[in-house]
């Protein structure tokens, strides 16, 4: 390492402080510099302390991963931060992409620290639904065409798996949690339990369940999490668990 | 609370004490008595130290559920372990089906903890195959049978869902992955890249980054967990990574 500096991809996990791993906080407290959006960079606000803080707001992505490659470049230790997992719908994708294109990044030691992700905090926070075979799916078309989304709603409705939808709803992005509940709907009885999970894990959290056939008129939003059960789903007192299928 | 107990569901992570949240370490720290796998157990002997601890074997699970209940309702605060995250392939669903039918435990307090899962930890460990839509599914047919399984693996082929394998072989179960990748070849290139993450955030972790064609060559076992990239994965310098579709 000829003073090229270290680039830490870190999950801060889903919001508080506590539900981060002890190596995220090891390696905040040991960075120069730490790179975030705005929100997160809040969330973390207690460890950065005497630190160089850069932090941008939304679709500013991009940005922010150029800045944490020439930080890195300039020798310093940067931790470029997501909430949740890294990997998960977070910065570590791009980051791997633009360094492979810069050739001067080629010097710069890249390190992964995985975090808890939301939709594992939303499924713990009302009881146990992703026991059995999972799909995440985003419905955010801004990166990935409706169709392909469609189609994967389609694939894992039939597929009967317990289905997490990230960024479900948006103010001006209202059609594709109807879509969704619509497709879901032919293969899955109206009544498989339903959560929505609201800023998980965060002081202010909240959650509704509610099922199938009414999840469209509960209120949904960019800071919720939607989990829909499968066929093996239903509710244990207030718990949502989807069965393994052990005999009990 | 009139000294019923608590019981903790503890996601302890994929295997580092270092990858364990801080909740997670602070639960084990306060629990008068620690229950789960050996293997798990061991992972965690540190934290353990004038505790009760109560391990046992693998297909012990509903033992374990249960002691863990008759433990709290001595008014002990109990922790149940999982290795990676509880409500992930884990205890949090036996555990509350089982209070759920077992009257004496509406009084028992239950809290989660979720963990840092395997299968975040292993596409942390081999760049960031997750960036877009994923399925987890578990080739284990001893509670899921064979027919649902088959089912999922071609419904998250033709979702083009990055795919990660749970319990992909065992010495008897060696047909599941042959037909896996079977299945996989009719939907996706040859040469898709794959990883296969063996004993992963342990001393003894290993990586094998090969493509969908050469998969069954490799070696493969209960240790290891299978990830499949989708149409949009591609390897970066040594970086396993799926496109959001970010302009680069």
Request: net charge negative.
């Amino acid at each position: 390492m000829d003073n090229k500096g270290m680039l830490f991809l870190v999950g801060i996990g889903p919001g508080s402080l506590e539900e981060m791993t002890v190596r995220a906080k090891n390696i905040l407290q040991a960075a120069d510099t730490v790179i975030g959006y705005t929100t997160y960079i809040r969330l973390i606000y207690p460890l950065l302390a005497g630190k160089e803080v850069i932090e941008s707001g939304m679709t500013r992505e991009k940005e922010r991963c150029q800045r944490a490659i020439e930080e890195a470049l300039q020798g310093r230790k940067v931790a470029l931060i997501s909430s949740g997992d890294s990997g998960i719908y977070g910065m570590s994708g791009l980051l791997l992409e633009l360094m492979d294109k810069d050739s001067r990044a080629r010097e710069i030691a890249v390190e992964m620290a995985p975090g808890v992700p939301a939709f594992v905090a939303a499924a713990a926070a009302v009881g146990a639904p992703l026991m059995n075979d999972f799909a995440a799916i985003s419905l955010s078309d801004l990166l990935t065409p409706w169709e392909a989304i469609e189609k994967r709603l389609a694939a894992a409705a039939t597929g009967d798996f317990v289905t997490c939808l990230y960024n479900p709803k948006s103010s001006k992005r209202t059609v594709q949690i109807e879509r969704a509940v619509e497709i879901f709907s032919k293969h899955r009885d109206h009544h498989t339990p339903c959560a929505i999970v609201r800023s998980v894990s965060r002081p202010e959290q909240s959650i509704t369940m509610t099922s199938l056939e009414h999840l469209q008129d509960c209120f949904i939003d960019m800071l919720c999490l939607v989990i829909i059960g499968n066929s093996q789903t239903a509710l244990h007192g207030t718990w949502m668990v989807t069965s393994r299928g052990y005999e009990l």
